[in-house]
Every structure is written in structure tokens, then in C-alpha cells.
């Protein structure tokens, strides 16, 4: 990224630079967001309301007496309402389960009810939301007011255990209490018998039968060691200190009475509470109210699919920002003019933009989109046609980019021959070659291209011509120049046609030297002396001689001719190629002497601002050349039979 702060024009410049990465990302995140949200299930959810009342019956009052539980009752309640026993209950009253069902059906029916309800406590109240969940608004109406009916009928069953329990409890006491009366009874009548004439202190009998009737009531709610029960035996132990002074006789007619008073009051008493815990067994009243039955939900919750396909579409666009972004902040490529001129300190001579938007003009939007996101390999035709577009499209805006490129490299007889080459391939060096001889050739300059690729070379293709014999051959001794040069009239023998050849005026000014055979030792060809007495020879037949190199940084063969031209020029992939390896590229070159005239930004979409020194020349050059009707039908022929071409010739 440019080391200076962003502004509006630079930001335009990424989102049309990246604008792949952001409708890509866009479209993933859709297809994400339109897959899965189908998938989701459509949840209805309603609520029914319950109310606990406070606990008066006997038998609560007396589980409350013995049993102490600091706990909050909502709270557990609310446990309550989705534990086992509850949702046994509903499911039974749903019909999911019934008295033939096993354990494990009874456990997997409760436990999927259990899953869809949900109860919380209404603020401060004693009422209880009873909220269930399902895929109908049927089924979840039904779920809701059939749990809050199970937990009615449940905490009803629950009341009566309890009462059933409180009355078993007072049965029991009454019977081991009703066992004792007798037997005091007895012994109080036989002593009766015995001792008539007994006298008792009525004032301290009295006194000491009421608080044994009391102590014995103590016991019944508390233990041996209550505040109430030992302060009550110690009063009695008081009383029976003052009774000292009568005979044994009648303190033991004392007690006797005494206890059998006791025994009647605490036998009336449990015979009260025992008709009281009957009728509360028998009760149908629970403690829990419907407070407000669950009715059918209007509409299901969650989000509207819509909705969610607005959220995607905005995060899909987002996401889409951020790694465009991300991506231009970790480029470590040059996408500006300026950021070139300024990282390498040598001049841009031209811009060419991309022309392989170029090759289909009326294309389908499917097309287009299989272009951009599904490129295919170019056949050799397109590419060669892309080669030589400033022969067949002499009027298009690529064309004069290459004019423009060669007015700014100023050919004078000082400056004849020049060497392209590049950092790394497929930076298009042999399209800028052939592409900017033709030019030259157009201005009725006499103009040489030489494929000094003993590699990969691949001019002689672009022009339809055998690639032997060449440079390779000449350096060797095993041919002369006259026999390797080759001119318009061995292009028509080749693969181009006539009509081709006559379409636009340079041809005929145009010559190329192929690579010849590919030696073993490219290096060592280039370096023999007989290269340098070759380039002598040639400026001396042509006035400009372009020479197609390797790119630098791979091999060694653009070094070992830099120094032998005139001059030097760099092909540079804007937004491709490392700044780090563009900065060694120059380096390499000046090491060896060359003299460096500039870089050619090449492959620049015309759509971007990337080229920001000549924003107005796309704007104006393509909207220029757009509206110019060509009526002429385009070169579509590759080849002809060559013996019809000898025929023609």
C-alpha cells in the first residue's frame, strides 16, 4: 500500500480494483444465509399464566411446624412446574404415554416435553409463565395449557399425600394416646377406692394439671430441648416443690388426676384434628389458580427470512470490504504511477491498458460472469490476435497507448536499439514487443524485432513464422543474417493471410529475427562476441531494433544484453509483481551498465483509477473510441492453405 494517507479517490481505486473480491465474498455469504436459513424451523411460542395461593390447611400447618425450609417457594415452584413428575403428567394427558408404556418411552416423552417449556416468576408476584415452544401454534398452545393443568392436578395429588400423611401421623398418636387414658383411668379409679378422704391443694393442682397439659402439647410440636418445653418443666418442678409439705398419698392422687386430665384434653384435641385432616383429603381445591390460559400465537418467532436475508446481504458486504481491504493492505505490488516513480526513481513511458476484456464485445451476462470469476485458457489464435491488436484494431485506445508509448521513448539515431524486458513472466513483454514494433513500423520507420528469448521465445508465433533459422544459427556461424531475416512476405507464406497482411498500413516496415533452434546454453550464445558485431550490423540496416528478453530476475540473459543496447525498458503488471522485486529488477541492470530509460505499466483495466496521473485518458479515450462505428467485419481467419497463398502471391 502507498505510504501516504488515503483519500476518497484512493478508496474508489480498491473498490474497483478489488470489486472480485467483494461480489464474491457478497455471493458466499448469500448462498450461505438462503441454504441455512430454510433449514431453521419455523418455532410458534405462547404462554399460559398460573397463580399460587398461600397454604392454610391443616396439613400444611403442621408439615410447617416440624418442617423448617428457609427456601424461596416461587423459586422452587418454578422447578416444580418443569420437573419429572409434572411433565410425566402432561405427557399422559397429551396421550404420548399411557399405563402399558415402558420406562424408557415414559422418560423419552417427558423429556421432550421438558425441552419445549419453560417457566420464570412474573416480577414480584406470586404467578408463575408457563412458556412452551413448538412447530405448530396448535401444538403449542396445547402444551402450554396442558402443563399448566398437569401442574394443577399435581400440586392437588400432592396436597392430598401430604394430608393422607398428617392424618396417618394423628391415627397413629390418637391410638398410643387413647391406649394411655385407659390405663390412668384405671389406676385413678382403683386408688380412688383406696384413698377417699384424700385433700388435695386445689389451687396447685390446678396449676400443676395445666402446665402438664401444656408440656404435653409442647412435645407434640417440639423437642426435649425447645426454650418453651424446658422453661415448662421448670415451673412444673417449682409447683411440685411447694407440694412437698402433703402426704405421699395425695401427691400421687395428685399426679394420677393430673395425667388422666391431660390424656382427655390431648385426646379431644387430636380428635378434632383428625376429622379436620379428613375433610382436607377429601378436598378438590388446589392451591394453584389458572390465572391465564395460553392462546394461539399470531405469528412464530425468530427472524423473518427476509429479514435475515437483508442481515446477510449487509454482512456479505461488509465482509466483502474488509477483505478488500485486508488484500490491498497486504499487496505488496505497485498500483499507482506515482507510488513507481516514486519507489524506483524512473519515469512510467506509457500505460497500456488490458485488452482481453477486448476479444468478445457482445457477450451475455452469464459470459461475462464465467469471465471474470471462471477464466479459461486462451486459444493460440486469440492470443496472437491480442499480439498484434494494434495492427488489426489500428484505431482502438490500445493503439494509441502504443503510440503514445512511442513517442515518449524518443527513437533517434543515438537510440536505435532497445531491449524489453521484465521481472518476473507473464508481464506480456512479448505483446509490448510486437505490439509496439507495429507501431513504430506504422510511422514508415524501418523497425526490427529480435527474439532474444533462447528459452521460451515466442515471437516467431505472433508473426506465423518457423522459427529457424534465427539469432541461435547466426551467433553460430551456421547461417548468414540475410538468411535468418524475415519480412511481410514470409508472413503471408506463414500464417497470416493476405487480407490480414493489407488490413492496416507497418507491415510492410516490419522484420523479424526468430530465436532459431533452443541451445542448451543460452547464456553462453548471448555473451559470444559475435552478438555484439551482430548488434553493430544491425543498427546499421534498421532504424529501430527491439529486442524480446527473458525477464531478469529468473535467468541471467537480460543482464548479459542489457549492456550491449542502447537502451533499456521494464514491463511492469501493475498490482502484480512485488515492489521489493521490481526495486531488484533495476539494481540487477544498472549493476551490469545498463541504461534504464523507464517502466511500461502494462495490463491496466481501463475501469480503474489504479493509473491515477491519467484518469481523464480512459475517460475520454474509451468513451471516445466506444462511439466510433466500425463497420468493417474483423479478422476472424487465422490461416490459409499456403499453397493457395503462393497462388495470390
Not at 396449676?207 to 401444656?214: A, I, M, R, S, W
Not at 385432616?277 to 427472524?303: M, Y
Amino acid at each position: 500500500m502507498p505510504q501516504y494517507e488515503l483519500n476518497l479517490r484512493d478508496y474508489l481505486r480498491i473498490l474497483r480494483k478489488r470489486n472480485v473480491t467483494i461480489i464474491v465474498t457478497f455471493l458466499v455469504v448469500m448462498t450461505t444465509t438462503v441454504i441455512y436459513t430454510p433449514k431453521e424451523p419455523i418455532i410458534y411460542e405462547t404462554s399460559a399464566t398460573v397463580k399460587i395461593e398461600e397454604r392454610k390447611t391443616i396439613a400444611g400447618l403442621i408439615t410447617e411446624e416440624f418442617l423448617y425450609n428457609p427456601a424461596d417457594r416461587m423459586a422452587s415452584e418454578t422447578k416444580i412446574i418443569t420437573g419429572y413428575p409434572v411433565m410425566k403428567r402432561a405427557a399422559e394427558l397429551l396421550g404420548m404415554i399411557n399405563a402399558k408404556s415402558s420406562l424408557q418411552e415414559v422418560n423419552d416423552a417427558a423429556g421432550n416435553i421438558q425441552g419445549s417449556i419453560a417457566a420464570e416468576k412474573v416480577g414480584d408476584t406470586n404467578m408463575i409463565l408457563i412458556k412452551a415452544t413448538a412447530d405448530t401454534a396448535q401444538r403449542a398452545m396445547d402444551l402450554s395449557n396442558t402443563v399448566a393443568q398437569a401442574y394443577i392436578e399435581e400440586n392437588l395429588s400432592e396436597k392430598r399425600r401430604e394430608a393422607r400423611a398428617a392424618r396417618q401421623f394423628i391415627e397413629e398418636q390418637l391410638s398410643s394416646l387413647e391406649n394411655r387414658l385407659k390405663q390412668a383411668e384405671e389406676r385413678l379409679g382403683k386408688f380412688n377406692e383406696q384413698s377417699k378422704n384424700l385433700r388435695l391443694a386445689g389451687s396447685i393442682k390446678d396449676k400443676l394439671v395445666n402446665l402438664e397439659f401444656t408440656l404435653a402439647e409442647l412435645l407434640q410440636k417440639y423437642t426435649d430441648k425447645h426454650p418453651k418445653v424446658l422453661q415448662t418443666r421448670e415451673q412444673i418442678r417449682g409447683l411440685e416443690a411447694q407440694m412437698k409439705g402433703l402426704s405421699g398419698q395425695e401427691l400421687e392422687y395428685a399426679r394420677m388426676q393430673r395425667e388422666v386430665e391431660v390424656n382427655k384434653k390431648l385426646y379431644d384435641m387430636l380428635k378434632e384434628k383428625l376429622e379436620e385432616a379428613r375433610i382436607v383429603e377429601a378436598q378438590k381445591v388446589p392451591d394453584i389458580s389458572l390465572v391465564d390460559p395460553a392462546t394461539l400465537p399470531g405469528g412464530h418467532t425468530g427472524t423473518d427470512r427476509n429479514t435475515k436475508f437483508m442481515i446477510g446481504g449487509l454482512l456479505g458486504v461488509i465482509l466483502g470490504l474488509d477483505l478488500a481491504f485486508a488484500k490491498e493492505s497486504l499487496d505488496t505490488s505497485i498500483a499507482t504511477i506515482e507510488d513507481v516513480e516514486n519507489i524506483i526513481k524512473l519515469p512510467v513511458l506509457g500505460v497500456i491498458p488490458s485488452i482481453t476484456y477486448r476479444s468478445k464485445e457482445k457477450e451475455s451476462v452469464l459470459e461475462k460472469f464465467k469471465r471474470i470469476f471462471l477464466p479459461v485458457t486462451k486459444s493460440e489464435g486469440e492470443e496472437n490476435y491480442i499480439r498484434l491488436i494494434v495492427h488489426y484494431e489500428p484505431r482502438s485506445p490500445v493503439a494509441e497507448a502504443y503510440r503514445n508509448l512511442r513517442t515518449n521513448l524518443k527513437f533517434d539515431p543515438t537510440k536505435k536499439s532497445i531491449l524489453i524486458t521484465s521481472t518476473v513472466p507473464r508481464e506480456g513483454k512479448t505483446t509490448l514487443v510486437s505490439n509496439l514494433g507495429l507501431a513504430v513500423a506504422q510511422k514508415g520507420t524501418k523497425t526490427l524485432l529480435v527474439s532474444s528469448d533462447l528459452r521460451r521465445p515466442q515471437l516467431h508465433k505472433v508473426f506465423g513464422l518457423e522459427r529457424e533459422p534465427g539469432i541461435n544459427e547466426i551467433i553460430t556461424g551456421k547461417v548468414r543474417l540475410e538468411e535468418a531475416l524475415r519480412n511481410v512476405s514470409d508472413m503471408i507464406l506463414g500464417e497470416l493471410s493476405l487480407d490480414q497482411i493489407i488490413k492496416s498500413p507497418g507491415m510492410e516496415n516490419i522484420w523479424v529475427l526468430t530465436s532459431g533452434n533452443i541451445p542448451r546454453n543460452p547464456a553462453e550464445i548471448l555473451e559470444s562476441p559475435a552478438l555484439a558485431s551482430l548488434i553493430k550490423e544491425l543498427e546499421n540496416r534498421f532504424e529501430v531494433i527491439i529486442f524480446d528478453s527473458p525477464p531478469a530476475l529468473p535467468v541471467t540473459d537480460a543482464s548479459i544484453l542489457a549492456n550491449k543496447v542502447d537502451s533499456v525498458v521494464l514491463c511492469y503488471e501493475a498490482g502484480r509483481t512485488s515492489r521489493d522485486a521490481l526495486k531488484r529488477t533495476k539494481m540487477q541492470l544498472e549493476s551490469v551498465g545498463a541504461k534504464i530509460s523507464g517502466v511500461i505499466l502494462n495490463h491496466i483495466a481501463p475501469q480503474t483509477e489504479s493509473v491515477s496521473a491519467y484518469p481523464y485518458y480512459y475517460r475520454y479515450k474509451y468513451r471516445y473510441y466506444g462511439k466510433e462505428e466500425d463497420k468493417e467485419e474483423k479478422p476472424v481467419k487465422i490461416a490459409k492453405d499456403r499453397a493457395d497463398k503462393r497462388q495470390i502471391l
